[in-house]
Nanobody, 124 residues
Framework: QVQLVESGGGLVQTGGSLRLSCVAS??????MGWFRQAPGSEREFVAV????????VYADSVKGRFTISRDNAENTVFLQMNSLKPEDTALYYC???????????????????WGQGTQVTVSS
C-alpha cells in the first residue's frame, strides 16, 4: 500500500501563496488529487492531475489561482496556491485515484488512499 505524506501547509495572509507537497512511498501509476475539508463541512475536490501529468481538472472555486503538478521521478505531487482567500482555510489532503485519467477522478469515491492532511489557514 502506497503511503502519502503531505507538507507545506501553514498560516498566510489573504492574497498570499503556499505550495503543498505530497510524497508517495512508492510509484503512483494513477491520477493524483487534492481535496480539502473545512470544519463542519464535507471533504471537497480541489484539483487532480492525470498519471502522465498532461491533463488537469480544477474545482471552479480555485480555477486560475491553484496549479497542480507532479514529478513522477520523485513520486511527488504539488499544489501551488496563489491569491489565497479566507475561504481556502481547510485541512488539505492528497489522494491516489483508482484511475489514470484526471477527468475520471473528481469524486471522493474515485480515490483509494489518502494522506493525513496538512492545515492551511488564511487570515483576513
Amino acid at each position: 500500500q502506497v503511503q502519502l505524506v503531505e507538507s507545506g501547509g501553514g498560516l498566510v495572509q489573504t492574497g498570499g501563496s503556499l505550495r503543498l507537497s505530497c510524497v508517495a512511498s512508492g510509484r503512483t501509476f494513477t491520477a493524483m488529487g487534492w481535496f480539502r475539508q473545512a470544519p463542519g463541512s464535507e471533504r471537497e475536490f480541489v484539483a487532480v492531475i492525470s498519471r502522465s501529468g498532461d491533463s488537469t481538472v480544477y474545482a471552479d472555486s480555485v480555477k486560475g489561482r491553484f496549479t497542480i503538478s507532479r514529478d513522477n521521478a520523485e513520486n511527488t505531487v504539488f499544489l501551488q496556491m496563489n491569491s489565497l482567500k479566507p475561504e481556502d482555510t481547510a485541512l488539505y489532503y492528497c489522494a491516489r485515484s483508482r484511475y489514470s485519467s484526471a477527468s475520471a477522478s473528481t469524486s471522493i469515491n474515485d480515490y483509494v488512499s489518502w494522506g493525513q492532511g496538512t492545515q492551511v489557514t488564511v487570515s483576513s
